[in-house]
C-alpha cells in the first residue's frame, strides 16, 4: 500500500512536493493568505505502519521564524487526541526533517498540539449551559465565523481575556480552555474573580485562519495584532467587533494570550513602555507578575521581550493599544512551542494540558491581585 499525505481538514496544511520514498518524502508549509507568513503545518498520513520516515519540510528557512527551529520538535499523534514530540527533529539552516517509525497505519503531524473549531464549539456549548456564564456573539469573521464571546462574574472590575489573534498559536486557545474552566467551578479563586470582576473572555479571535491552517493572519491576510489602531469592517472586522464591546463595557484589565516561536519560555511582556501607563500601572503589572510566578513553575520572568522591541508599530498591538485607551494594567502572555526550559517535560514539551494549568493559574493570580472584597 502507498503512503498518503492528507491536509484537507481543519487547521490542515501542507504541499506535497516529493512522497515516492519513504526515507525521502519532501513537503512545503503552505503560505497564510496573503502570503506573508507561513510556518504552522499540521497533516496526515496513511499506510504507515512500521515504516521508516524520513520527511523534510523544504521552505523551513523561508519560514516566518525560522529562528523557532532549532531545538524544536514535531508533535505527533496516531489517535488525533494524545500528542507527543518526535523524538528526532532536526533543522540543518534549510529545511527541517523529521525521523519516524510510526506503530500504526495512520499518524498525524502538527507544528503545535491542534485546537479544533468542533473543540471550540463543544466549549462555547459547556459555558452556553452553566448558570454562571453568559455567551454572546460580538460578530462575524471575514469568512462569516461566530467571534464568541463569555461572560462570567458580576463583578466592578471589567477584566478582558483575549487569545489566538495568531491562529497557529493554538496553546492560546488551550489556555482559554482551563481559564473557563476554572472561572466556573467552586474554587475559592474562581468565587473571588467571580464577586470582583466581570471576566470577558473571546476565546478565539480569529477563527477563520484557524480552521484555514494559517500561522498568523485572518482570511483577509491581516495579522490582527497589527490591526488595533484602525481596524476594518473587510479587513479585520474580528479586532473591529471586539474594540466595540469594549467601548461598551469599559476594560480595567487587559490579558492577551500567544505563543512565541523562539523562546522557550512562559512570560509576560507588559505595557510599561506605553507613553502615559504610569507608575501605578507598572506596579500593579509587576504585582499580577509576580504572583502568577509564585504559584507554580509555568511561568517565570527571566526571559522575554526586550522592552523596545515595538518601534512605531506599538500601539497596533491590542494589549499596548488598550493600555493607552483605557488605562489600565495591560499585558500579553506568551508560552512556547517547544518546552519550558525551567520545567521541562521532553515527552510532550509544552502543550494544551500545561497551558490549559497555566490559564487556572491565571485565575488564581487574578483573584489575589483583585484582593479582599
Not at 29 to 48: I, Y
Not at 89 to 117: C, K, N, Q
Not at 135 to 160: K, M
Not at 165 to 175: K, R, T
Request: with cysteine; hydrophobic share 40%.
Amino acid at each position: 500500500m502507498s503512503i498518503a499525505i492528507s491536509a484537507t481538514f481543519d487547521s490542515g496544511n501542507i504541499e506535497v512536493i516529493e512522497a515516492s520514498r519513504a526515507d525521502d518524502i519532501r513537503l512545503r508549509v503552505r503560505n497564510d493568505s496573503g502570503g506573508e507568513h507561513r510556518q504552522w503545518f499540521h497533516f496526515r498520513l496513511h499506510g504507515v505502519r512500521g515504516v521508516p520516515l524520513t520527511l523534510h519540510i523544504e521552505n523551513a528557512a523561508q519560514c516566518s521564524y525560522p529562528g523557532g527551529w532549532p531545538d524544536y520538535r514535531a508533535c505527533i499523534s496516531a489517535d488525533h487526541v494524545t500528542w507527543q514530540r518526535a523524538a528526532h527533529t532536526h533543522y540543518d539552516g534549510a529545511r527541517l526533517t523529521i525521523r519516524l517509525t510510526p506503530a500504526t497505519d495512520t499518524v498525524w503531524l502538527a507544528y503545535f498540539e491542534p485546537y479544533s473549531w468542533e473543540r471550540h464549539q463543544q466549549l462555547i456549548g459547556r459555558c452556553a449551559v452553566s448558570p454562571l456564564a453568559r455567551v454572546d456573539r460580538l460578530g462575524a469573521s471575514v469568512d462569516g465565523r461566530d467571534i464568541d464571546r463569555v461572560v462570567v462574574g458580576r463583578g466592578p472590575l471589567q477584566a478582558w481575556v483575549i487569545a489566538r489573534q495568531h491562529p497557529g498559536e493554538s496553546m492560546a486557545e488551550w489556555l482559554a480552555e482551563g481559564l473557563l474552566e476554572t472561572l466556573l467551578g467552586d474554587s475559592p479563586a474562581a468565587q473571588t474573580v467571580r464577586e470582583r470582576a466581570t471576566v470577558h473572555v473571546v476565546p478565539n479571535m480569529n477563527p477563520d485562519g484557524s480552521v484555514r491552517g494559517h500561522l498568523r493572519c485572518n482570511a483577509a491576510g491581516a495579522n490582527l495584532n497589527r490591526e488595533w489602531v484602525s481596524p476594518s469592517a473587510t479587513r479585520s472586522p474580528e479586532v473591529l467587533c471586539v474594540q466595540q464591546a469594549m467601548r461598551e463595557s469599559g476594560v480595567g484589565f487587559f490579558l492577551d494570550v500567544h505563543g512565541d516561536e523562539t523562546i522557550p519560555y512562559v512570560f509576560i511582556d507588559g505595557a510599561g513602555m506605553v507613553p502615559g501607563y504610569g507608575e501605578t500601572n507598572i506596579r500593579r503589572e509587576q504585582q499580577f507578575c509576580d504572583t502568577l510566578e509564585r504559584l507554580g513553575p509555568r511561568f517565570q520572568q527571566v526571559h522575554g521581550y526586550r522592552a523596545d522591541r515595538f518601534g512605531e508599530e506599538m500601539l497596533t498591538l491590542a494589549s499596548k493599544w488598550v493600555a493607552h485607551t483605557y488605562g489600565c494594567v495591560s499585558m500579553t502572555l506568551e508560552m512556547p512551542f517547544k518546552d519550558h526550559d525551567d520545567n521541562p517535560q521532553p515527552d510532550t514539551g509544552w502543550d494544551g494540558a500545561r497551558s490549559k494549568l497555566l490559564g487556572a493559574d491565571v485565575v488564581a493570580a487574578l483573584a489575589e491581585w483583585l484582593g479582599p472584597a
